[in-house]
Protein backbone atom coordinates (compact mmCIF):
# COMPACT_ATOMS: atom_id res chain seq x y z
CA UNK A 1 0.00 0.00 0.00
CA UNK A 2 1.56 3.48 -1.11
CA UNK A 3 2.27 5.42 1.87
CA UNK A 4 0.26 8.53 2.60
CA UNK A 5 1.94 11.91 1.95
CA UNK A 6 3.23 13.64 5.36
CA UNK A 7 0.83 16.81 5.85
CA UNK A 8 2.48 19.82 5.86
CA UNK A 9 1.54 20.65 9.85
CA UNK A 10 3.79 16.79 10.52
CA UNK A 11 6.51 17.47 8.42
CA UNK A 12 9.94 17.79 10.11
CA UNK A 13 10.86 21.15 9.54
CA UNK A 14 7.21 21.58 11.04
CA UNK A 15 7.54 20.13 14.03
CA UNK A 16 11.14 21.90 14.50
CA UNK A 17 9.35 25.46 14.05
CA UNK A 18 7.01 24.36 16.71
CA UNK A 19 9.08 23.59 19.09
CA UNK A 20 11.55 26.46 18.18
CA UNK A 21 8.39 28.94 18.64
CA UNK A 22 7.53 27.45 21.85
CA UNK A 23 11.27 27.89 23.31
CA UNK A 24 12.82 24.44 22.69
CA UNK A 25 16.80 24.88 22.65
CA UNK A 26 17.37 21.39 21.23
CA UNK A 27 14.25 21.66 18.40
CA UNK A 28 16.25 19.63 15.57
CA UNK A 29 17.25 16.80 18.15
CA UNK A 30 13.39 16.72 19.89
CA UNK A 31 11.77 16.91 16.69
CA UNK A 32 13.42 13.48 15.58
CA UNK A 33 12.39 11.66 18.88
CA UNK A 34 9.11 12.83 18.56
CA UNK A 35 8.57 12.31 14.97
CA UNK A 36 9.77 8.45 15.57
CA UNK A 37 7.53 8.19 18.91
CA UNK A 38 4.37 9.09 17.27
CA UNK A 39 3.05 5.99 15.60
CA UNK A 40 -0.01 8.58 13.49
CA UNK A 41 -0.36 12.28 12.86
CA UNK A 42 -3.03 12.42 15.72
CA UNK A 43 -0.46 11.28 17.75
CA UNK A 44 2.66 13.09 16.62
CA UNK A 45 0.06 16.74 17.12
CA UNK A 46 -0.71 15.65 20.62
CA UNK A 47 3.38 15.25 21.63
CA UNK A 48 4.26 18.32 20.21
CA UNK A 49 1.23 19.91 21.55
CA UNK A 50 2.15 18.81 25.04
CA UNK A 51 6.06 19.60 24.52
CA UNK A 52 5.21 22.84 23.04
CA UNK A 53 3.36 23.78 26.80
CA UNK A 54 6.31 23.03 28.65
CA UNK A 55 6.15 19.20 29.59
CA UNK A 56 9.70 17.86 29.53
CA UNK A 57 10.61 16.03 26.74
CA UNK A 58 11.09 12.86 28.61
CA UNK A 59 7.65 12.74 30.67
CA UNK A 60 6.03 13.50 26.69
CA UNK A 61 8.54 10.37 25.36
CA UNK A 62 7.67 8.10 28.51
CA UNK A 63 11.01 7.84 29.12
CA UNK A 64 14.41 8.79 29.21
CA UNK A 65 18.25 8.05 27.93
CA UNK A 66 20.86 7.28 30.85
CA UNK A 67 23.96 5.09 30.41
CA UNK A 68 22.72 3.86 27.25
CA UNK A 69 19.42 2.44 29.11
CA UNK A 70 16.30 3.52 28.41
CA UNK A 71 14.20 4.19 31.15
CA UNK A 72 10.72 4.81 31.82
CA UNK A 73 9.73 8.48 33.31
CA UNK A 74 6.37 8.79 34.12
CA UNK A 75 4.73 12.05 34.81
CA UNK A 76 5.43 13.55 38.21
CA UNK A 77 8.62 11.58 38.49
CA UNK A 78 12.09 12.67 38.66
CA UNK A 79 13.85 12.86 35.29
CA UNK A 80 16.76 11.04 35.70
CA UNK A 81 19.91 13.95 34.83
CA UNK A 82 22.93 12.66 32.28
CA UNK A 83 25.09 14.31 34.81
CA UNK A 84 23.98 11.72 37.58
CA UNK A 85 25.35 9.24 34.97
CA UNK A 86 28.95 10.77 37.14
CA UNK A 87 27.41 8.92 40.32
CA UNK A 88 26.85 5.94 38.72
CA UNK A 89 30.33 6.13 37.36
CA UNK A 90 31.97 6.43 40.56
CA UNK A 91 30.29 4.32 42.41
CA UNK A 92 31.32 1.59 39.52
CA UNK A 93 35.04 2.45 39.91
CA UNK A 94 34.56 2.59 43.80
CA UNK A 95 32.79 -0.61 44.46
CA UNK A 96 32.81 -2.97 40.98
CA UNK A 97 32.58 -6.28 42.79
CA UNK A 98 29.50 -4.92 44.75
CA UNK A 99 27.20 -8.11 45.21
CA UNK A 100 24.30 -5.89 47.32
CA UNK A 101 23.30 -2.47 45.86
CA UNK A 102 20.91 0.23 47.24
CA UNK A 103 19.90 3.23 44.92
CA UNK A 104 17.78 5.92 47.88
CA UNK A 105 16.00 8.35 46.89
CA UNK A 106 15.81 6.40 43.66
CA UNK A 107 13.16 8.66 41.58
CA UNK A 108 12.72 6.42 38.27
CA UNK A 109 15.09 3.86 39.34
CA UNK A 110 17.38 5.23 36.64
CA UNK A 111 20.95 4.85 38.64
CA UNK A 112 19.60 1.04 40.48
CA UNK A 113 18.98 0.06 36.68
CA UNK A 114 22.66 1.23 35.74
CA UNK A 115 24.25 0.04 38.64
CA UNK A 116 22.91 -3.68 37.80
CA UNK A 117 23.25 -3.19 34.35
CA UNK A 118 26.67 -2.81 34.74
CA UNK A 119 27.55 -4.76 37.52
CA UNK A 120 25.67 -8.07 36.22
CA UNK A 121 24.29 -10.27 39.20
CA UNK A 122 23.33 -7.88 42.27
CA UNK A 123 21.09 -8.02 45.14
CA UNK A 124 19.17 -4.47 43.81
CA UNK A 125 17.21 -2.63 46.46
CA UNK A 126 15.37 0.68 46.12
CA UNK A 127 13.68 2.78 47.66
CA UNK A 128 11.86 6.26 47.24
CA UNK A 129 9.06 7.75 49.32
CA UNK A 130 7.03 8.82 46.83
CA UNK A 131 4.47 6.52 45.46
CA UNK A 132 4.42 7.64 41.83
CA UNK A 133 8.39 6.78 41.63
CA UNK A 134 7.65 3.47 43.37
CA UNK A 135 5.77 2.43 40.69
CA UNK A 136 7.79 3.72 37.80
CA UNK A 137 11.05 2.33 39.51
CA UNK A 138 9.45 -0.81 39.76
CA UNK A 139 9.16 -0.55 36.08
CA UNK A 140 13.13 0.04 35.75
CA UNK A 141 14.35 -2.74 37.85
CA UNK A 142 12.20 -5.37 37.55
CA UNK A 143 14.90 -6.98 34.82
CA UNK A 144 17.41 -7.22 37.08
CA UNK A 145 15.51 -9.02 39.79
CA UNK A 146 15.50 -5.66 41.77
CA UNK A 147 13.08 -4.77 44.89
CA UNK A 148 11.36 -1.46 45.21
CA UNK A 149 10.48 -0.42 48.68
CA UNK A 150 8.19 2.86 49.54
CA UNK A 151 9.01 4.61 52.64
CA UNK A 152 11.38 7.05 54.64
CA UNK A 153 15.26 6.74 53.72
CA UNK A 154 16.55 3.89 55.61
CA UNK A 155 13.32 2.98 57.22
CA UNK A 156 11.67 1.64 53.83
CA UNK A 157 14.89 -0.99 53.48
CA UNK A 158 14.34 -4.53 55.05
CA UNK A 159 16.36 -5.05 58.29
CA UNK A 160 18.24 -7.85 56.88
CA UNK A 161 20.09 -5.63 54.88
CA UNK A 162 21.97 -4.17 57.70
CA UNK A 163 25.51 -4.46 57.41
CA UNK A 164 25.12 -5.69 53.99
CA UNK A 165 25.42 -2.92 51.66
CA UNK A 166 28.22 -2.46 49.45
CA UNK A 167 27.24 0.25 47.52
CA UNK A 168 24.84 2.91 48.67
CA UNK A 169 24.04 5.34 45.90
CA UNK A 170 21.55 8.19 47.10
CA UNK A 171 20.48 11.04 44.97
CA UNK A 172 18.96 13.10 47.47
CA UNK A 173 17.36 16.62 46.93
CA UNK A 174 19.41 19.01 47.12
CA UNK A 175 18.24 22.37 46.08
CA UNK A 176 18.24 24.92 48.65
CA UNK A 177 14.88 25.77 49.49
CA UNK A 178 15.13 29.62 48.63
CA UNK A 179 16.78 28.57 44.98
CA UNK A 180 13.80 26.29 43.71
CA UNK A 181 11.58 29.05 42.58
CA UNK A 182 14.72 29.93 40.20
CA UNK A 183 14.64 26.11 39.06
CA UNK A 184 13.64 26.17 35.32
CA UNK A 185 10.00 25.81 35.05
CA UNK A 186 9.99 22.40 33.56
CA UNK A 187 11.53 21.21 36.68
CA UNK A 188 9.26 23.70 38.93
CA UNK A 189 6.22 22.60 37.05
CA UNK A 190 6.73 19.20 36.29
CA UNK A 191 8.51 17.09 39.23
CA UNK A 192 7.15 17.21 42.85
CA UNK A 193 8.61 19.39 45.19
CA UNK A 194 9.73 16.07 47.46
CA UNK A 195 12.25 15.49 44.52
CA UNK A 196 14.04 18.85 44.65
CA UNK A 197 13.39 20.60 47.62
CA UNK A 198 16.40 19.81 50.32
CA UNK A 199 15.57 22.13 52.87
CA UNK A 200 17.42 25.71 54.10
CA UNK A 201 21.32 24.88 53.00
CA UNK A 202 20.21 21.74 50.47
CA UNK A 203 21.68 19.06 52.19
CA UNK A 204 18.95 18.27 54.84
CA UNK A 205 18.19 14.48 53.41
CA UNK A 206 21.75 14.07 52.67
CA UNK A 207 22.76 15.45 56.41
CA UNK A 208 20.03 11.71 57.12
CA UNK A 209 21.78 9.30 54.48
CA UNK A 210 25.02 10.24 55.92
CA UNK A 211 24.08 9.84 60.02
CA UNK A 212 22.32 6.33 58.94
CA UNK A 213 24.52 4.97 56.37
CA UNK A 214 27.04 3.18 58.12
CA UNK A 215 25.06 0.99 60.00
CA UNK A 216 23.62 -0.62 56.59
CA UNK A 217 27.22 -0.36 54.50
CA UNK A 218 29.03 -3.96 55.17
CA UNK A 219 32.62 -3.12 55.99
CA UNK A 220 34.67 -0.91 53.52
CA UNK A 221 31.34 -0.13 51.72
CA UNK A 222 30.57 2.71 50.13
CA UNK A 223 27.73 5.61 49.67
CA UNK A 224 27.84 8.12 46.93
CA UNK A 225 25.51 11.09 46.66
CA UNK A 226 25.38 14.14 44.15
CA UNK A 227 25.78 17.74 45.74
CA UNK A 228 26.47 21.10 44.20
CA UNK A 229 29.81 22.56 44.11
CA UNK A 230 29.39 25.05 46.56
CA UNK A 231 27.87 22.14 48.91
CA UNK A 232 30.49 19.88 48.50
CA UNK A 233 32.97 20.54 51.06
CA UNK A 234 30.21 20.61 53.75
CA UNK A 235 28.84 17.34 52.38
CA UNK A 236 32.61 15.80 52.65
CA UNK A 237 32.48 17.18 57.10
CA UNK A 238 28.88 15.77 56.82
CA UNK A 239 30.35 12.55 56.24
CA UNK A 240 33.35 12.62 58.12
CA UNK A 241 30.92 13.80 61.19
CA UNK A 242 29.31 10.58 60.70
CA UNK A 243 32.31 8.93 60.71
CA UNK A 244 32.70 7.71 57.03
CA UNK A 245 36.08 8.29 55.64
CA UNK A 246 35.30 11.11 52.54
CA UNK A 247 36.05 12.75 49.32
CA UNK A 248 34.82 14.61 46.48
CA UNK A 249 34.87 13.83 42.96
CA UNK A 250 34.63 16.28 40.42
CA UNK A 251 33.57 15.77 36.39
CA UNK A 252 33.88 18.95 34.64
CA UNK A 253 32.44 17.24 31.58
CA UNK A 254 28.94 16.95 33.23
CA UNK A 255 29.38 19.80 36.22
CA UNK A 256 29.13 17.52 38.86
CA UNK A 257 30.04 16.62 42.48
CA UNK A 258 29.74 13.39 44.08
CA UNK A 259 30.80 13.31 47.47
CA UNK A 260 32.22 9.46 48.65
CA UNK A 261 32.12 8.28 51.66
CA UNK A 262 33.35 4.68 52.86
CA UNK A 263 32.70 2.48 55.88
CA UNK A 264 36.17 1.50 57.78
C1 LIG B 1 16.73 14.27 42.96
S1 LIG B 1 15.52 12.98 42.89
C2 LIG B 1 16.58 11.67 42.35
C3 LIG B 1 15.86 10.52 41.72
C4 LIG B 1 16.77 9.46 41.09
N1 LIG B 1 17.67 8.88 42.06
C5 LIG B 1 17.57 10.04 39.94
O1 LIG B 1 18.77 10.28 40.09
O2 LIG B 1 16.98 10.26 38.87
C6 LIG B 1 15.29 12.67 44.61
C7 LIG B 1 14.29 11.56 44.96
O3 LIG B 1 14.31 11.45 46.39
C8 LIG B 1 13.02 11.13 46.85
N2 LIG B 1 12.95 11.50 48.28
C9 LIG B 1 12.91 12.72 48.83
N3 LIG B 1 12.87 12.64 50.17
C10 LIG B 1 12.90 11.31 50.48
C11 LIG B 1 12.87 10.58 51.70
N4 LIG B 1 12.83 11.19 52.89
N5 LIG B 1 12.91 9.22 51.64
C12 LIG B 1 12.94 8.58 50.43
N6 LIG B 1 12.96 9.23 49.24
C13 LIG B 1 12.94 10.58 49.27
C14 LIG B 1 12.11 11.92 45.94
O4 LIG B 1 10.80 11.39 45.94
C15 LIG B 1 12.85 11.80 44.58
O5 LIG B 1 12.34 10.72 43.85
Do not use: K
Amino acid sequence: MPVPPRSPSHSPASVVAALRAAGCVFAEEEAELLLAAARTPDELTSLVDRRARGLPLEHVLGWAGFRGLRIAVEPGVFVPRRRTEFLVEQALAQAPDASVVVDLCCGSGAVGAALADALGRVELHAADIDPAAVRCARRNIAGYGGQVHEGDLFAALPDGLRGRVGLLAANVPYVPSGEVGRLPAEARDHEPLTALDGGADGLDVLRRVAAGAARWLAPGGCVLVETSGRQAPEAVRIFAAAGLSARVAVSEEWSAHVVIGTCA
